[in-house]
C-alpha cells in the first residue's frame, strides 16, 4: 500500500488530521505494548504501524486512540481493540495475495491492515451509514477494497471461494453460507456467543464437507445483524 501522507477528513468525524511524527511515535509505543503482550505475528504488527488509527475517530480522542481501546464509531458499532485486531489477524494466517472476505467493515481499520498485509479484501457492511462514509473514505487514504453493503450472514457466494474470512462482530451461530464460501484448506475466524461475551473459533476447511474447529480466547464483540439497515 501507498504509505499514508498529509491530511484527511476523518470518516467519524468529518475533521481534518493528519500523521505526524508525534503520531507515529504514538503508534509505534502501542505496537511495542501489543508485543509485550502476547505473540502476535511481526508482520500484523509491523501491517498496524503504517495504519495511523487516530484518523478513524474524533480528534480530541487522540491520546487515546494509540491506548489498546475500543470506540464507539456510531450506528451503535465499535473501533475494535487493536490487542483484538491483531489477535484476529494473527490468527488468519495471511499470505500476500490472499483472497479475504471481512464481515463487517465498520471505520474500516481492520480493513485497512488487511490490505497492508498484501491481502485482497473483500468487505460487507450492513449498517448504511458506517457503509456510505467508509467506503468514500478509506480510498481517500490510497485504501481500495471491494465494498458492498448487505448481510454478513450470507457472504458473497458471487465472489466465493476465499482463503479467508473475518467476522469481526459476535455471531451467535457459525453461519453455514461462510462456512461454504470457504476454500478447501482456508480458514474462518469468528467471535461466537449470543451473550455480551463471545468465543472465538478458528475454523479450517480440511475437505468439501469437512472442518476442523480450533477454540481460542472469549472476547466481547458487537452483536452481528442480520438483515440490512
Keep these: 500500500m501507498h504509505p499514508f501522507k498529509g491530511f484527511l477528513c476523518t470518516s467519524m468525524s468529518k475533521s481534518v488530521q493528519e500523521d505526524t511524527l508525534k503520531h507515529q511515535g504514538m503508534r509505534r509505543k502501542m505496537i511495542e505494548e501489543l508485543g509485550r503482550k ?34 464507539q464509531i456510531g450506528a451503535q458499532q465499535t473501533i475494535s481493540h487493536p490487542s483484538t485486531v491483531a489477535y484476529q489477524t494473527t490468527q488468519l494466517n495471511i499470505k500476500r495475495g490472499d483472497k479475504i472476505l471481512e464481515i463487517g467493515t465498520g471505520s474500516g481499520y481492520q480493513t485497512c491492515v488487511l490490505l497492508e498485509l498484501g491481502a485482497k479484501v473483500f468487505t460487507i457492511e450492513r ?8 467506503s468514500a473514505f478509506l480510498p481517500m487514504m490510497g485504501y481500495k477494497p471491494k465494498f458492498y453493503y448487505g448481510d454478513g450472514y450470507k457472504g458473497l457466494p458471487t465472489f466465493a471461494p476465499f482463503d479467508k474470512i473475518l467476522v469481526t462482530c459476535g455471531a451467535p451461530f457459525v453461519p453455514e453460507d461462510l462456512l461454504q464460501q470457504l476454500k478447501v ?31 481460542l480466547k472469549q472476547f466481547s464483540f458487537v452483536p452481528m445483524l442480520s438483515s440490512k439497515a
Design 38 to 71: 502476547d505473540r502476535f505475528d511481526p508482520l500484523v504488527l509491523e501491517a498496524m504501524m503504517k495504519v495511523p488509527r487516530h484518523v478513524f475517530l474524533d480528534p480530541i480522542f487522540v491520546q487515546q486512540a494509540y491506548s489498546d481501546t475500543a470506540f
Design 127 to 134: 449498517q448504511r451509514e458506517l457503509y456510505d462514509v467508509t
Design 185 to 215: 484448506g482456508g480458514v474462518l475466524v469468528i467471535p461466537v456467543g449470543e451473550g455480551k461475551v463471545q468465543l472465538m473459533k478458528r475454523i479450517t476447511r480440511t475437505g468439501e464437507q469437512t472442518f476442523e474447529t480450533e477454540e
